[in-house]
């Protein structure tokens, strides 16, 4: 009889447990749930209040017109310095370039001037790449190469500075 009362008090406990569980589990998804809801959305008023989100354009197909994937790549060598120097963006760019392209060297604690270059460009695009060169380099000496990548975009010009850090062989 006492074996028969124990598995019985036992099987009683472990319903008990079992129901108690999962009263506590729906209990709290339930609390979860209220922690998430919020106040209704209310425009603020005043100047100079930016509203984010509410003023992104809903139509699907629009990008951001900006400049992306602009680099410059630098190698110095027994021929000299070369650069390889790309500008991108986001749109078709009624025109994308690089100028104002500047190779340097240190010398004596200061970038000395070495040579320049105007740059270029292209029309209705949204990609423009180019190569400068130096025709010779010293050895030990560190170089670097600056530009300003540009694009116009829906009418407006974007640029961005760039240079890279010093590098020699």
Not at 49 to 54: A, E, L, N, Q, V
Not at 159 to 165: K, P, S
């Amino acid at each position: 009889m006492k074996v028969k009362m124990k598995r019985l008090l036992a099987v009683l406990c472990g319903i008990v447990i079992i129901c108690n569980g999962g009263i506590g589990i729906v209990a709290h998804a339930q609390e979860e749930v209220e922690r998430l809801i919020v106040s209704p959305y209310q425009k603020l008023v005043g100047d100079n209040i930016g509203h984010g989100i509410y003023d992104i354009s809903n139509n699907r197909g629009e990008k951001a017109a900006m400049l992306n994937d602009c680099t410059i790549g630098i190698s110095v060598g027994v021929s000299g310095v070369t650069g390889s120097i790309t500008t991108g963006s986001t749109v078709t760019a009624s025109k994308i370039g690089v100028e104002s392209i500047r190779v340097e060297k240190y010398v004596n604690g200061k970038w000395t001037l070495v040579g320049t270059h105007s740059g270029g460009s292209r029309a209705n695009d949204n990609y423009y790449a180019m190569t400068v060169s130096t025709s010779s380099a010293e050895k030990g000496v560190q170089y670097r190469i600056s530009c300003t990548h540009y694009a116009i975009l829906n009418g407006v010009r974007h640029e961005l500075n760039n240079v890279t850090n010093g590098v020699s062989y």
